[in-house]
Structures are given as C-alpha cells and as structure tokens.
C-alpha cells in the first residue's frame, strides 16, 4: 500500500489527503475521472446498452411524468415505462454511511469521504457515457435512494445526496442489499462501497440473492492504513464508532494477534465473493483515486 | 544479618510505586475510536492469559526493584564465624582458650574431644590473616599459657598445639583461663580483640572456679566453640569411680580392712552389674558387679586381709566396654597399714601385786606379748615420774591420775592441738573439783560427782551394779560390735563411775551409756586431736569389763581410734591438678624428690631452716613415692606416699546452665573498649550488597525484555544488523554502517 502511494506521487495523481480539501464533488469527480481516463485507451463501457422497454414499478425519486397512467388504471399500482434510449446501462451506487465509515487515520480522508468521492467519479463517468446511475445511501436503515439517470441534472441531484449522506450509527448491509434488490432493475451494476465490518453472513446472503437476480456485483472494500496494521503505541483506550464498547490495551502486545484476525477475515471475505461470482477490490483509503478509478476500469474492460 | 544503614529501609516504601504508575498510566491511556474494535476484542480475548501473566509479572519484577534496590543501599552483610583474610577489616588480636582438662578425653565418634578442638583451632589458625596476631591459653586448672604473647608468628601457637600430647588429667577452670585471656589481651596494642573458647562447656569448668564473674570485665566478647555434640536437653551416660578408701573391717579381725569405692552414673539410664575389679599391689585382688541407678552412685565395698600390715598400693578398675572417658574408670589407692600405734600409758594408780595394778589390763590388751604388727605399743609411767615428751606417742592415755603439773598440762593440751589423743579413765583417785580445773580444756564434760551402784565384791554386785546401754555402733570404736557376737559389750557390769555435768549439746559426742542413762563414753575433738572420757575404771575396780571379751577390741579400738589410725590418712589421697601439702615431720631435709605415677621425677629444694611442709600439684592420676635427702643420704618415706585421683567434676559431662555462662560472658563484656569497631570486627563480615545489586540487575534486564516493544526491538535488531565489515582494496577492513545516512 505504501508502494502503490508512492506510485501515485510519481505519477502526478491526486493524493487522497488533497483531493478531499479541493473544491465542489463536481469538480473533485471530474478531476478523478479525467486523470483516470487519460490513463484508457479505450472506453471500457462503450457498445454494451441492451435495447428493450419495460416497466418499472415506481420508487421515490422516478420521473413522474413517465408513469403509466393505463397501467395503473388496470393494476391499481404506479409502473414507469423504460425508454431504449435510456438503458444503456444502469448502475447502483450502494454507499455505507455507517459509523465506521467515519473513521480516518490521522492526515488521511475518512472512508466515507473516500466512498463519496469514488462513489462521485463513477457516477461522473457513467452520466457522461451516457448511462444512467442511481444512488443508495444506508447505515443501520436504507438512507437516501436516488433512482438511476443520466441527466446532467440528476448528477447535481447525486453529487448533493452524496455530500449530505454522512450520518453513523450501525450497518445492515443485507437491508440496504435487499432494498435495492427489490426497487432496482435487474441485469443493473452494483456498486457497493463499504467498509464491510457488519461481519453478520447476512451482509454477504444478500448479496448473492442480489447477483441471483442477474446483478453484476462489484465490491469497494474500504480499509484504512490503520486498520490494516494497527499502528499506535502506547497504552490506549479503544472504542467502537457503532456502540461496541471500549477495550484498554496496549497494541504493541495483540498487535500480531490482530493482524491475524483482521486479514483472516478480508480473505474470508474475498473468498466469498469469489465464489459468488461478486467483483472484489479491496481499496486503501491512502490510494490515489485515479489509480483505484483507473484499475477498475482497466481490469473491469478486459474481464468485459 | 545486619544492615549497615537500615533507615535506607524506608525506600522500600515505593514499592507501591509501579502499582500507583500502572493505575494512572491506565487512567492516562489515550482515547481512540477505531472501527474493526471486533477484532481486538477477539484478538485480546485469545491473548487474556498470557497477557495477564506477563503484566503480572512485569508487576513483580518492578515490584521487586523497588524493594531490591533500597535493600542494597542498606549494605546488607552477615556475621560469619571463619574466613577472614577473604574480608578486608583491621589486624586483629586473636587468644585461642583451649580446655585440655581431664573431660576433654571423652570419646565421641572415635575421636577425642580434645582432638576435635585442636583440628578445629589449627583449622580456624589457617585463616586468619598474616598481620593478625595469636596467642595460646590451656584451660586447665591452673591455667597455663604455652604462648603468652601476641604475636604474628602463628606458627609459635601451631607448634605449641602440636606439641601437645592430649588432654591432661587435671580439672577445668574456664574463668581463670579466660582471666588469663584479658591480660594477654592488656598487652596489646590492637583495638581489635577476639577470645575463642574451644571447651566441652561442661558444668564444672565454670562453677568451680574461684573466679568471680566480674573479674573478666574488659574481656570482651567471647567465643564459645561447644565441642560436646549434645544438646541440653539430654544428658550423655558416663560411668565413674568418683571415690575411694579403706578402714578397719567391720568384722574387727586383726589385719582385714574393708576397701570401699564410690561409683557414679551419669546416665539417665540404670546400668546393671558392671564388674569393679580391686587390684593390690598390681595384683588382681576381687571383683565386684554392681548396679547403678541413673543418675545415682554406689559404694562397693571388698573386704581384704592383709595380714602383714605396711604400705600397699590399691587400685579399683571399672569394667566398662568403651568406656566415653577411659580415666575416670580407675581409682587409686595408697594404704598405710604399718604405722604401729605407740601409746603413753600415764598409771595414777600403780600397785606391787600386778593384777591390782591399774594398767594390769589395759597394757595387756593393747599389746598381747605375741607377734602382733597391728597392735598398740604401749609405753607404762607412773604420773609422779612423767617426763616423757608427749609428741613420741600417737595416744596417752590418763588412767586414775589424780593429778598433772601445770606444765605438762599445757604440754598436753598443745600435743592434742597438733593431733594427738588422750584418753581419761576415771577411778578412786580421780577428784571431779581437780579436774574440772586442771583439764578444763580439754574435758569433753565437766566431772560431777561419783555414782556409786554397790561394791565389786558385794554379792548382790550382780543385781545393783548398771550395765552398758545404747551404744553408738555406726561409731569406729563400735562399729565391730553390730555384728553378731557383740551384745557382750552390754553383759558388763558397772558398779561406780562418774558422774558428768551436763552441756550444751555440739562438738561432744556420747559413743556409749549405762543402763541407768549416765555417759560411760563422751568424745570431742580439740584443735585436730581427740580426747576421750571413760566414765569408770579400766580395771575390775568399779567394772568387770577388763575380764570381758569385749574389753580388748574395745579399747584397741578405741586408742587407735584416738590415734586416728584407724582409717585412711587424710593426707594419704590427692586430686590431680590441686596442690597439697607433703608434711615433712620436722626431718629438715636438704631435697625432697617426688616420684610420679608415669617415672617423672620432682625435685623440691626447701629452704635450709624452711617450713615443715611442702606445696606441690600432681600432675597426673596414680601413685606417688617421696624420697627425702637428708644429711647427703637420700632415703625413700613410705609413710609420705600418696596417691592422686581426677577430680570427681570432672567425669559430670552435664553441660553448664546457659545463665551461669552468660552471666560471665555478660561480665566478660562489660568495661570492653567502646570502639564499635571492635565488637564486631572478630567476625567475619559478609557483604551481601553486591549479590543484592547482581540480582536487582537480573530483575531489571528481565523486566527490560518484558517491556521493549516490538517495534523498539525490530529497530535495534536492524541498527545492529546495519553494520558490516567492508574491505576496500587498498583500505583496511573495517565496521562500517551500510545503512544510507548512517554515521560510521
């Protein structure tokens, strides 16, 4: 993680700590996709719209003027009718605006900064490919939903939700999963950028039914440097960001101990998403964003 | 142990240090959110116990520096008994009081007492140091010094040790030894004094000195070296002939005496029939087997015929197998049976026809006519015609004299002062008024009056005259007649004798009385002779004892009783290591030489018009024969030899009461030099600081190598590792840190 840093300051990409103290989302995304797609040869995401009309049963957030009037007369139930100039691709931005998503080691953006800026830069390319992007913001409770769209309006409307999306408290991964599976389109992108530590399996339950109904799953699994190594010293006392209690301790004597547990678990937890066919990317939040943008884009493309 | 400055003690009192320090410590630790807390909660739920060991251990190890370090500030040391040219300390003066008396030859072990303190002091001579200086007391009695002075040479105290052939039969005198100590210790000039006692510590050696304990004062402290391996509590067994004489047999037979030794147990177990052999002139003479109570003694007592009389030499031998101390099983014995009672026979009453004489029985009886060695040598005097010189008689015996000059008188007084005896028998002629002035001082009773019962020839005599009642029988003179046979004494009749005036009971001492309760026998002694008063005639003028059987051994007896030939001389026994007196008997000579048991030979020179006695100690147990050199002839005195015997303390082996000792230690310590120095520089001082520091070092490294942080660790390993040797052609090789930036 140190090396890919390093890498970052050699190639004059924007280092994580600076990105979040330049201006608007709008601009911070725009720079992240700009200096990742002057990295591309091509466009990754290019020629792969599906052309077919469907309806969608309305959510907060849809168009109203595209709802079916006669369908409603005859169901009793609101449906959005679907456009082919419009699904090129829908993707699902899932941002975890949990309590530990707060946390930041010293000099570095917090994860949530971190999700939001990302979250931003996907959304920033994808509406500028012309596709559309939804939002889901959620801790403990689903947050903010904002359906997908592919207007320039609608990224104003994303970027905002994006930067009022921070609350804290606890994660239920598998409800916010669960509720987009049930308002989102199948066959959609899934954007998932958490820190994952709800270790509950019905976080990762949910996301296989989400793949079942034919998602394609990607995972941002956000770590901080210091959660990695644990690098305090000193008698300290730890408290948790989500009500788990505090342990005194000096990290010096479990340091080991812990770097076994938590790595134990990240490897769990690639292991599982690999058997389930979900995209994995473990993401330090002291990586340069355009290096993270770029290498999903790289990587994603080849896989495509 | 002892500290050299305890108050550094109270620094002990931050021990509670390092728990106050983890308290605010934990108080102090910082707060810090951190996400993935799941994890160290179960990564310190895993390490709980070996995390709280290590902070447990941590805890004691800081626990301990804190308790070790003030600890060694004190200067901690220990008193030791040896060793001390290991130890610096000042040049010390060093009296080795070594107990060489008779008790010190108690096996223990196979070894003797005496053994195990000379290795122990030769052993303690070895390490002491080049400048200190030694000097060497014995313990006996008197206390000798072999090496008198302090001095460096140690090897003058080696030799005298060495030189000694064991313990000596004499007794113990631990004060006086230590007495002896102190001076030596005035003479020197070392501020530094110690006074090592290698004794058996037993009861004796400290009870029967002379010594009070106040004159050890300025002693100072004192070592004692207990070499007896008991313990207080138990008292070891020892068996010992503690006592020994002779005296006429019981039975009265001419030439037989009764030899009688007095055996001791000083076990608290009962000892049954151990053999006591006599021996008589080197010659096996009986055994006996006796039985001891513990803790008790008994007298054996062997009854001997030795018909011709003169010197012999006897011996009594215990018959113990491994005995613990060999010499106190044997007793010696010097008899002098040859001494003939010579006798004044002083006739108040002397008649032509003999057997009306007064002395016509009395001279027959002492003396039969025949060969008789244990008779009496009379020499007969009227009392008109006296002028024999009282001081050639043993005995003079008044019989009815009516009267002395005054002289004679003094003469006589004077004669029983130095020993003699006189015996007064009562008759007509005895008037009680001229008496009672004359021999005022040496009358056991003031005379009364006659008693008269009946005239001999009266011939209801047998019916009116009284007879002899109760007798003394536990008396010499009538010990004879408590055997069968000796009720005849009572049979006599007695028709007069005189009557005495009562006095107050003490030195006099009736023997015998009449049937009718009158004195017949009274004795007292004057200055250190006897004087005797028969109440009634010793012919058949007032009684018919002279024609009774009972009328020879009585008075042979009783003159030789008089004469104090009867027993064992006072003179005739000695102890070993105590002075006694050889009482030349006015025979000036020019050298008396003394003969010990072992062939030595003493030679005493009085002076030409010197004392009529000489002074001398024996030194060992046995038989010891004088020859006087007189008029350039010398000629061996039989009736001078003696013989010697341990002292009977000496074969106690009870140990000394703790507060006897102590209060002479506690004497010994008083008016000692003030020098703090002094007190304990006898001792070995072992420090015991560095050994404290080394171990808080331990604790400290251990306590380090808990505490480092791994990171603290990973850093140094790497400083270290950093460093290489790099060779350059041309250049030498050399350590060099390869680390960029690195200083070399």
Same mark, same amino acid.
């Given at each position: 993680?140190?090396?890919?840093?390093?890498?970052?300051?050699? @190639?004059?990409?924007?280092?994580?700590?600076?990105?979040?103290?330049?201006?608007?989302?709008?601009?911070?995304?725009?720079?992240?996709?700009?200096?990742?797609?002057?990295?591309?040869?091509?466009?990754?995401? @290019?020629?792969?719209?599906?052309?077919?009309?469907?309806?969608?049963?309305?959510?907060?957030?849809?168009?109203?003027?595209?709802?079916?009037?006669?369908?409603?007369?005859?169901?009793?139930?609101?449906?959005?009718?679907?456009?082919?100039?419009?699904?090129?691709?829908?993707?699902?931005?899932?941002?975890?605006?949990?309590?530990?998503?707060?946390?930041?080691?010293?000099?570095?953006?917090?994860?949530?900064?971190?999700?939001?800026?990302?979250?931003?830069?996907?959304?920033?390319?994808?509406?500028?490919?012309?596709?559309?992007?939804?939002?889901?913001?959620?801790?403990?409770? #689903?947050?903010?939903?904002?359906?997908?769209?592919?207007?320039?309006?609608?990224? =104003?409307?994303?970027?905002?939700?994006?930067?009022?999306?921070?609350?804290?408290?606890?994660?239920?991964?598998?409800?916010?999963?669960?509720?987009?599976?049930?308002?989102?389109?199948?066959?959609?992108?899934?954007?998932?950028?958490?820190?994952?530590?709800?270790?509950?399996?019905?976080?990762?339950?949910?996301?296989?039914?989400?793949?079942?109904?034919?998602?394609?799953?990607?995972?941002?699994?956000?770590?901080?440097?210091?959660?990695?190594?644990?690098?305090?010293?000193?008698?300290?006392?730890?408290?948790?960001?989500?009500? =788990?209690?505090?342990?005194?301790?000096?990290?010096?004597? /479990?340091?080991?101990?812990?770097?076994?547990? /938590?790595?134990?678990?990240?490897?769990?937890?690639?292991?599982?998403?690999?058997?389930?066919?979900?995209?994995?990317?473990?993401?330090?939040?002291?990586?340069?964003?355009?290096?993270?943008?770029?290498?999903?884009?790289?990587? !994603?493309?080849?896989?495509? | 142990?002892?500290?050299?400055?305890?108050?550094?003690?109270?620094?002990?009192?931050?021990?509670?240090? #390092?728990?106050?320090?983890?308290?605010?410590?934990?108080?102090?630790?910082?707060?810090?959110?951190?996400? #993935?807390?799941?994890?160290?909660?179960?990564?310190?739920?895993?390490?709980?116990?070996?995390?709280?060991?290590?902070?447990?251990?941590?805890?004691?190890?800081?626990?301990?520096?804190?308790?070790?370090?003030?600890?060694?500030?004190?200067?901690?040391?220990?008193?030791?008994?040896?060793?001390?040219?290991?130890?610096?300390?000042?040049?010390?003066?060093?009296?080795?009081?070594?107990?060489?008396?008779?008790?010190?030859?108690?096996?223990?072990?196979?070894?003797?007492?005496? =053994?195990?303190?000379?290795?122990?002091?030769?052993?303690?001579?070895?390490?002491?140091?080049?400048?200190?200086?030694?000097?060497?007391?014995?313990?006996?009695?008197?206390?000798?010094?072999?090496?008198?002075?302090?001095? $460096?040479?140690?090897?003058?105290?080696?030799?005298?040790?060495?030189?000694?052939?064991?313990?000596?039969?004499?007794?113990?005198?631990?004060?006086?030894?230590?007495?002896?100590?102190?001076?030596?210790?005035?003479?020197?000039?070392? &501020?530094? +004094?110690?006074?090592?006692?290698? @004794?058996?510590?037993?009861?004796?050696?400290?009870?029967?000195?002379?010594?009070?304990?106040?004159?050890?004062?300025?002693?100072?402290?004192?070592?004692?070296?207990?070499?007896?391996?008991?313990?207080?509590?138990?008292?070891?067994?020892?068996?010992?002939?503690?006592?020994?004489?002779?005296?006429?047999?019981?039975?009265?037979?001419?030439?037989?005496?009764?030899?009688?030794? +007095?055996?001791?147990?000083?076990?608290?177990?009962?000892?049954?029939?151990?053999?006591?052999?006599?021996?008589?002139?080197?010659?096996?003479?009986?055994?006996?087997?006796?039985?001891?109570?513990?803790?008790?003694?008994?007298? %054996?007592?062997?009854?001997?015929?030795?018909?011709?009389?003169?010197?012999?030499?006897?011996?009594? *031998?215990?018959?113990? &197998?491994?005995?613990?101390?060999?010499?106190?099983?044997?007793?010696?014995?010097?008899?002098?049976?040859?001494?003939?009672?010579?006798?004044?026979?002083?006739?108040?009453?002397?008649?032509?026809?003999?057997?009306?004489?007064?002395?016509?029985?009395?001279?027959?009886?002492?003396?039969?006519?025949?060969?008789?060695?244990?008779?009496?040598?009379?020499?007969?005097?009227?009392?008109?015609?006296?002028?024999?010189?009282?001081?050639?008689?043993?005995?003079?015996?008044?019989?009815?004299?009516?009267?002395?000059?005054?002289?004679?008188?003094?003469?006589?007084?004077?004669?029983?002062?130095?020993?003699?005896?006189?015996?007064?028998?009562?008759?007509?002629?005895?008037?009680?008024?001229?008496?009672?002035?004359?021999?005022?001082?040496?009358?056991?009773?003031?005379?009364?009056?006659?008693?008269?019962?009946?005239?001999?020839?009266? &011939?209801?005599?047998?019916?009116?005259?009284?007879?002899?009642?109760?007798?003394?029988?536990?008396?010499?003179?009538?010990?004879?007649?408590?055997?069968?046979?000796?009720?005849?004494? *009572?049979?006599?009749?007695?028709?007069?004798?005189?009557?005495?005036? #009562?006095?107050?009971?003490?030195?006099?001492?009736?023997? %015998?009385?009449?049937?009718?309760?009158? &004195?017949?026998?009274?004795?007292?002694?004057?200055?250190?002779?006897?004087?005797?008063?028969?109440?009634? @005639?010793?012919?058949?003028?007032?009684?018919?004892?002279?024609?009774?059987?009972?009328?020879?051994?009585?008075?042979?007896?009783?003159?030789? !009783?008089?004469?104090?030939?009867?027993? /064992?001389?006072?003179?005739?026994?000695?102890?070993?290591?105590?002075?006694?007196?050889?009482?030349?008997?006015?025979?000036?000579?020019?050298?008396?030489?003394?003969?010990?048991?072992?062939?030595?030979?003493?030679?005493?020179?009085?002076?030409? $018009?010197?004392?009529?006695?000489?002074?001398?100690?024996?030194?060992?147990?046995?038989?010891?024969?004088?020859?006087?050199?007189?008029?350039?002839?010398?000629? $061996?005195?039989? =009736?001078?030899?003696?013989?010697?015997?341990?002292?009977?303390?000496?074969?106690?082996?009870?140990?000394?009461?703790?507060?006897?000792?102590?209060?002479?230690?506690?004497?010994?310590?008083?008016?000692?030099?003030?020098?703090?120095?002094?007190?304990?520089?006898?001792?070995?001082?072992?420090?015991?600081?560095?050994?404290?520091?080394?171990?808080?070092?331990?604790?400290?490294?251990?306590?380090?190598?808990?505490?480092?942080?791994? +990171?603290?660790?990973?850093?140094?390993?790497?400083?270290?590792?950093?460093?290489?040797?790099?060779?350059?052609?041309?250049?030498?090789?050399?350590?060099?840190?390869?680390?960029?930036?690195?200083? /070399?």
């Amino acid at each position: 993680m140190r090396r890919e840093e390093d890498n970052a300051r050699s @190639t004059g990409l924007v280092d994580p700590g600076l990105l979040t103290s330049l201006g608007s989302l709008r601009v911070r995304a725009k720079q992240v996709v700009e200096g990742a797609i002057a990295g591309l040869h091509r466009s990754a995401l @290019t020629g792969v719209s599906v052309e077919f009309t469907e309806y969608k049963e309305y959510s907060a957030g849809d168009d109203i003027r595209h709802i079916d009037w006669k369908s409603f007369a005859r169901t009793d139930r609101y449906f959005v009718k679907q456009f082919e100039d419009e699904t090129n691709l829908r993707a699902y931005l899932l941002i975890d605006c949990s309590g530990s998503m707060l946390y930041g080691s010293e000099g570095g953006p917090t994860k949530h900064t971190y999700a939001a800026h990302l979250a931003a830069a996907l959304a920033y390319l994808f509406v500028h490919q012309g596709d559309a992007v939804g939002l889901l913001t959620f801790s403990k409770e #689903p947050g903010g939903y904002l359906p997908p769209g592919s207007r320039q309006s609608h990224l =104003e409307d994303l970027f905002s939700l994006l930067e009022n999306s921070a609350s804290g408290g606890g994660t239920d991964l598998s409800a916010a999963l669960m509720t987009l599976a049930e308002r989102a389109r199948p066959r959609s992108l899934a954007f998932l950028l958490s820190d994952l530590l709800d270790t509950s399996p019905a976080a990762m339950n949910a996301a296989k039914v989400l793949r079942q109904r034919r998602f394609e799953v990607i995972l941002f699994h956000l770590v901080d440097p210091a959660e990695l190594t644990l690098p305090f010293e000193g008698l300290t006392l730890f408290t948790g960001l989500e009500g =788990e209690g505090g342990l005194v301790v000096d990290p010096d004597d /479990i340091r080991d101990q812990y770097k076994k547990e /938590i790595q134990g678990y990240f490897a769990s937890v690639e292991r599982e998403c690999h058997h389930s066919d979900i995209e994995y990317r473990r993401v330090s939040t002291a990586m340069p964003m355009e290096s993270v943008l770029l290498d999903f884009l790289f990587w !994603h493309g080849r896989k495509r | 142990m002892s500290l050299l400055h305890p108050m550094l003690l109270l620094g002990m009192l931050l021990v509670g240090l #390092p728990i106050v320090i983890h308290l605010i410590h934990r108080k102090r630790a910082v707060r810090r959110p951190f996400p #993935p807390i799941e994890f160290l909660l179960r990564s310190n739920k895993r390490l709980a116990r070996r995390l709280k060991v290590k902070q447990l251990l941590l805890l004691l190890f800081r626990v301990a520096l804190f308790l070790l370090l003030p600890f060694a500030l004190t200067q901690p040391f220990l008193l030791g008994q040896a060793g001390n040219q290991t130890e610096s300390r000042y040049p010390l003066a060093v009296v080795f009081v070594l107990d060489d008396s008779a008790s010190m030859a108690r096996l223990i072990d196979g070894a003797t007492l005496f =053994e195990r303190a000379r290795h122990r002091l030769l052993t303690d001579l070895s390490e002491l140091k080049s400048q200190d200086q030694t000097a060497l007391v014995l313990a006996h009695s008197p206390p000798s010094a072999p090496v008198d002075r302090l001095q $460096q040479d140690h090897r003058r105290v080696r030799a005298a040790l060495e030189a000694l052939t064991g313990p000596t039969p004499l007794s113990t005198d631990l004060p006086a030894a230590l007495a002896l100590a102190r001076d030596i210790h005035a003479l020197s000039d070392l &501020p530094a +004094r110690r006074t090592v006692l290698l @004794t058996d510590n037993a009861h004796h050696g400290w009870s029967d000195s002379a010594i009070p304990p106040e004159e050890l004062a300025g002693l100072g402290e004192v070592e004692i070296i207990d070499l007896s391996g008991q313990d207080r509590e138990q008292t070891p067994s020892n068996v010992a002939i503690v006592d020994g004489g002779y005296r006429d047999a019981r039975s009265g037979g001419e030439g037989s005496y009764d030899l009688w030794a +007095r055996i001791r147990n000083h076990g608290d177990r009962s000892i049954d029939g151990i053999g006591l052999d006599l021996w008589l002139d080197e010659a096996p003479a009986g055994r006996l087997l006796v039985d001891l109570p513990p803790g008790g003694e008994t007298v %054996a007592e062997f009854s001997v015929g030795i018909p011709n009389g003169g010197l012999h030499r006897a011996r009594f *031998q215990l018959v113990e &197998p491994d005995p613990p101390l060999e010499q106190d099983n044997r007793y010696f014995l010097t008899l002098h049976l040859d001494r003939q009672v010579t006798a004044l026979l002083v006739n108040g009453d002397p008649r032509q026809i003999p057997y009306r004489d007064e002395l016509y029985y009395l001279e027959r009886a002492l003396s039969t006519g025949l060969e008789d060695p244990s008779g009496v040598s009379s020499t007969v005097v009227g009392w008109e015609g006296l002028n024999h010189p009282f001081t050639d008689f043993d005995v003079v015996v008044l019989a009815n004299v009516p009267a002395l000059p005054r002289g004679q008188v003094a003469q006589l007084a004077q004669f029983i002062r130095e020993g003699g005896g006189l015996l007064l028998t009562m008759g007509d002629r005895v008037r009680p008024e001229v008496y009672n002035a004359l021999f005022a001082d040496l009358l056991p009773k003031p005379l009364r009056s006659l008693r008269q019962l009946c005239q001999r020839r009266d &011939p209801d005599a047998g019916l009116l005259a009284t007879r002899l009642g109760r007798i003394d029988t536990s008396h010499p003179v009538f010990q004879v007649f408590d055997l069968p046979g000796g009720e005849s004494l *009572q049979s006599i009749n007695v028709c007069s004798y005189l009557l005495l005036e #009562p006095s107050a009971a003490g030195a006099v001492q009736t023997l %015998a009385y009449y049937g009718d309760g009158g &004195p017949a026998l009274v004795e007292h002694e004057v200055g250190t002779g006897r004087v005797a008063l028969w109440t009634t @005639t010793v012919d058949r003028d007032w009684t018919d004892l002279p024609i009774r059987t009972a009328y020879l051994p009585m008075m042979r007896r009783l003159v030789r !009783h008089l004469a104090r030939r009867g027993s /064992i001389e006072s003179d005739s026994q000695a102890v070993v290591g105590q002075w006694r007196t050889i009482n030349l008997e006015a025979q000036n000579p020019e050298r008396v030489s003394i003969t010990d048991p072992a062939g030595g030979r003493h030679v005493l020179a009085p002076e030409a $018009q010197g004392p009529t006695s000489l002074r001398f100690v024996p030194p060992l147990a046995g038989h010891y024969q004088i020859s006087l050199l007189i008029a350039g002839v010398e000629r $061996q005195f039989e =009736e001078l030899m003696f013989s010697a015997n341990l002292d009977p303390a000496e074969t106690d082996p009870s140990l000394a009461e703790s507060e006897l000792v102590r209060s002479f230690l506690a004497a010994a310590a008083t008016g000692a030099p003030d020098d703090p120095g002094v007190s304990s520089l006898p001792q070995r001082r072992i420090s015991l600081w560095p050994a404290v520091l080394l171990l808080f070092a331990l604790v400290l490294c251990l306590e380090l190598a808990m505490a480092i942080r791994r +990171r603290q660790y990973v850093r140094i390993r790497e400083w270290l590792g950093s460093w290489r040797w790099v060779s350059r052609p041309g250049h030498r090789t050399r350590l060099r840190h390869t680390k960029p930036g690195g200083r /070399i």
